[in-house]
C-alpha cells in the first residue's frame, strides 16, 4: 500500500486545476515593441546626435592618438634596421607608452559614452512608458505588453507611442 505525502496530494491537486482552467486575462490588449520605440523615435534620434556631439571632441583625439601611433609603427618598421639602437629602442619605448595612453583613453571614453547613453535611455524609457500608460489609459486597454512571440498588427501600438512622444 502505498502512502501519499499531504504536500504532495496538494501540489497535483493545484497544478491540475491551474493547467485546466483556461483564465480571460483581458479584454483588450495592446503591444509596444520597445526596441524599434528606441530605434526609431524622433527623441532617440536627437539624443544619439546629442551624444555624438558631446563626444566628437574625445573621439577625434582618440582618432588623432591611434594616427600616431600608426604612423610611428610605420616608422619603426620602414627606418628600425638601420636607426642605431638607442634610437629604435626610444621609439619602440614611446609607441608602448602611446599604445598603453590609447588603450587606456579608448577604454575610458567607452565607459563615459556608455554610461550617458544609459543615462539618456533611461530618459527615454521613462517619458515612453509614461506615454504608454497615458495611452492605455486613454483607450481603455487592459494589458499593454513589451515582448511576445506573436503579434497581430492591429495590437501593436508602437506607432502612437511614438506620435505621442513628438514623432511619426
Not at 485546466?20 to 536627437?46: C, H, Q
Amino acid at each position: 500500500m502505498m502512502k501519499f505525502k499531504p504536500f504532495a496530494i496538494s501540489l497535483s491537486v493545484v497544478l491540475v486545476s491551474a493547467f485546466s482552467a483556461t483564465p480571460v486575462l483581458a479584454d483588450k490588449v495592446g503591444f509596444v515593441n520597445t526596441e524599434r520605440l528606441i530605434r526609431e523615435a524622433p527623441l532617440s534620434v536627437s539624443a544619439q546626435k546629442k551624444l555624438e556631439r558631446e563626444f566628437a571632441t574625445r573621439d577625434a583625439e582618440l582618432q588623432k592618438l591611434a594616427k600616431q601611433a600608426r604612423d610611428l609603427q610605420a616608422q619603426l618598421d620602414k627606418d628600425g634596421v638601420t636607426m642605431s639602437d638607442s634610437d629604435r629602442k626610444s621609439k619602440e619605448r614611446d609607441l608602448g607608452n602611446l599604445n598603453r595612453d590609447l588603450q587606456r583613453q579608448g577604454r575610458e571614453f567607452r565607459e563615459d559614452l556608455n554610461l550617458r547613453r544609459n543615462e539618456e535611455l533611461g530618459q527615454i524609457q521613462e517619458r515612453a512608458r509614461k506615454a504608454i500608460q497615458e495611452i492605455a489609459r486613454a483607450e481603455k486597454y487592459d494589458l499593454i505588453v513589451e515582448q511576445a512571440v506573436y503579434v497581430d498588427p492591429k495590437n501593436d501600438i508602437t506607432d502612437r507611442v511614438m506620435k505621442a512622444l513628438g514623432g511619426k
